[in-house]
């Protein structure tokens, strides 16, 4: 200090105001860098009405898909973005209890869906994160309140919420394996496990794809190739998480897109639609003019039973085979080919 007094220009005191303001100088450099990195951040902001309609069309609308870029640029991209610095708070345990039969079993094939064609084959904690997701938005203002209405959210629309659902992925038979591990996945998380790491996280996207809306939201964290967005401000913090629960009024057979064809494979336009219903819920169902099929009388309880992909034994091949053993041999008749053919449908409840 001795040294660099004497080597300071001008008088005694001159020397001594330039040494105070270097000290203050440095002081407030010194507070900024631990403010920056220790003062909360601007997570409790409250978001006002016009910015969350924003948001949300930004995130659910017709131009939610829209990206910046693929790829190796994308990744690029979205190494580039910051971490949100607040901390990650745990949500609230959600629980549907399994004597609530119908919503659980309804709940339970959504949130299989969504775990295994979203993140079937990723690490255990990103498929457990892809369900926290889903529970995260029931329990949100800004989404439905029922585990298949986040699911399937927007599936009348060519931007579905969740790709799977309109991409065709649910035309194609799952992975045994794959499936078993998602439907254990959707079950703990249906009965309170909680993935803490992704806290209040409502989004997420492939790490090869840099969505525009990304920028818009705080990035939490990244699991295996997903990354994880919560909403800003205080919108995106626990206390904000006030939905209630409205249980599950429709059945997930009955929410899947209708791939819709003219003739000439050319689709069918909104006006070349009737609406047919209602549908428990009371919501019209769409079909194609010539579609003459039936749907379950769901308001008794009854559900379509579809075998998991594992289930060889199911109950219509265990019927097919019972009547085969008992088919006496063919004796055609008159009166055997006048008779009214026979049809079976097997449901469950």
Sequence with gaps: MTALYARLPGSPMAKRVMIALGALVLAVIAYLIVAANFMPSASAEPIMPARAAALVEATSGDEADDVRAVGDRAKLINAAMPFDKAPVLAAR??????????????????????????????????????????????????????????????????????????????????????????????????????????????????????????????????????????WPGAWGMPAAFTGRYIGEPRDPATMRPLILRQSDDAPIGVEDVIAQGPVTDGTLLKRAPNDVGGLLDTTKGWTLNIPMPGESDSASRRIAEQERAAAPTPVHTAAQNDAAPQTRVIASR
């Design 93 to 230: 345990a959600f629980v549907i209890p399994v004597a609530d039969d119908l919503d659980h079993r309804r709940a339970l094939l959504c949130l299989t869906q969504a775990v295994y064609y979203e993140a079937g084959f990723e690490p255990i904690e990103g498929r457990r994160a892809v369900a926290q997701v889903v529970l995260n938005r029931t329990k949100h203002p800004a989404f439905p309140k029922s585990v298949c209405g986040v699911v399937y959210q927007r599936n009348s629309t060519p931007v579905c919420q969740f790709s799977f659902v309109c991409d065709g992925s649910l035309d194609r038979r799952p992975e045994a394996g794959a499936w078993h591990v998602a439907q254990q996945v959707a079950a703990a998380a249906l009965a309170g496990f909680v993935e803490r790491e992704v806290g209040a996280a409502t989004h997420y996207h492939a790490d090869y794809v840099a969505p525009r809306w990304a920028p818009l939201l705080a990035k939490t964290t990244k699991i295996g190739a997903h990354i994880f967005y919560r």
